[in-house]
């Protein structure tokens, strides 16, 4: 990265950790059975993470829930795969300013949009999806476990060095179907 890129990141994680700090969305821990909406995220320049990410979105829209999935491609257009769709929408280098801030009627929308859990599918820590999790007006939103990332998530998940997003996915179900477990009668 070059000092000027390294710079322009600086600035632009200072104004991210800025804006998700200031919120005024009042937070619920949200967990799946209650949950309508669902708002994922996630880095969708790997063609394979895309066809995961997909594949989960699917799943999850095919147990009741409204999915709307938001990859970041890391390059100035998508790829031919990478059609938008009614639940999987993309963002690109051209939607970012300067200090890699997205914007833009997708992501306008997206931010403003009503779900009940955010699930952040990010596993490098990628400014423009931090960008996103911190301004969403999510109620609930997950990612993965980093110091740097407590302003932009209520849960988050530690990996334990394996950083495979599959085994991420299983253990995002597995907390969010804890949280607020309802006791079965009986």
């Given amino acids: 990265m070059s000092l000027f890129n390294g710079i322009k ?3 632009g994680s200072s104004l991210c950790r800025s804006i998700a700090e200031s919120s005024k969305v009042v937070r619920l821990a ?3 059975e209650d949950a309508k909406r669902v708002g994922i995220i996630y880095d969708a320049t790997d063609p394979e993470r895309f066809e995961i990410v997909k594949e989960y979105a699917k799943d999850i829209r095919e147990s009741g829930k409204e999915v709307k999935a938001l990859g970041f491609v890391n390059d100035k257009q998508t790829g031919r795969n990478q059609m938008p769709t009614i639940d999987l929408d993309f963002f690109t280098l051209r939607d970012l300013n300067w200090y890699f801030k ?5 992501i306008k929308n997206f931010i403003n949009g009503d779900h009940d859990i955010l699930i ?8 423009p999806l931090q960008f996103i999790a911190g301004s969403s007006k999510a109620k609930y939103r997950v990612g993965k476990y980093d110091l740097k990332n407590q302003s932009y998530y209520d849960l988050m998940i530690d990996l334990q060095k394996n950083e495979n997003l599959s085994y991420f ?6 907390y969010i179907n804890l949280i ?3 006791e079965d009668a009986g």
């Fill in 30 to 32: 949200v967990n799946f």
């Fill in 120 to 127: 952040c599918l990010d596993m490098e820590g990628c400014l």
């Fill in 169 to 174: 996915i299983e253990q995002v179900n597995h």
């Fill in 102 to 106: 997205p914007s833009g009627h997708t």
């Fill in 9 to 11: 990141k600086s600035i």
């Fill in 180 to 182: 607020n477990k309802k």
